[in-house]
């Protein structure tokens, strides 16, 4: 089970931490990966990083201003997002990373929490 938190109403320009743990049988995990689903559009990859070497990837739109973390000693991460624009705003879902590399494709994770709402104001 995946559980994401931190969400809220922030102005643009603002900071928000978004985090995410998991509990149950988690053994498989290699990493944990965001996602985002802005309004009306589809599920995008955001973000993932790998527990073996701390490996992280971004995707364009947030890489410089998104910082993904481990929660140490837990199966748990946080997501720092600075610099927030409007366009950020979403629901922000994290999953399981039980395969190589950090895939950007949705198809490639099968365990999603409950995603958070983050909104961002102009």
């Known amino acids: 089970q995946l559980q994401a938190s931190g969400g809220g109403v922030v102005q643009a320009g603002g900071s928000l931490k978004l985090s995410c743990a998991a509990s149950g049988p988690t053994r498989n995990s290699k990493g944990m990966t965001w996602f985002r689903q802005p309004p009306g559009k589809e599920r995008e990859f955001v973000g993932g990083?790998?527990?073996?070497?701390?490996?992280?990837d971004y995707a364009a739109s947030v890489k410089g201003r998104f910082t993904i973390s481990r929660d140490n000693g837990r199966i748990a991460v946080n997501l720092q997002m600075n610099s927030l624009k409007p366009e950020d705003t979403a629901i922000y879902y994290c999953?399981?990373?039980?395969?190589?590399?950090?895939?950007?494709?949705?198809?490639?994770?099968?365990?999603w929490g409950q995603g958070t709402l983050v909104t961002v104001s102009s």
């Open positions: 999953t399981l990373n039980t395969g190589y590399g950090i895939p950007s494709n949705r198809a490639s994770y099968d365990y």
């Open positions: 990083i790998r527990w073996s070497n701390r490996a992280t």
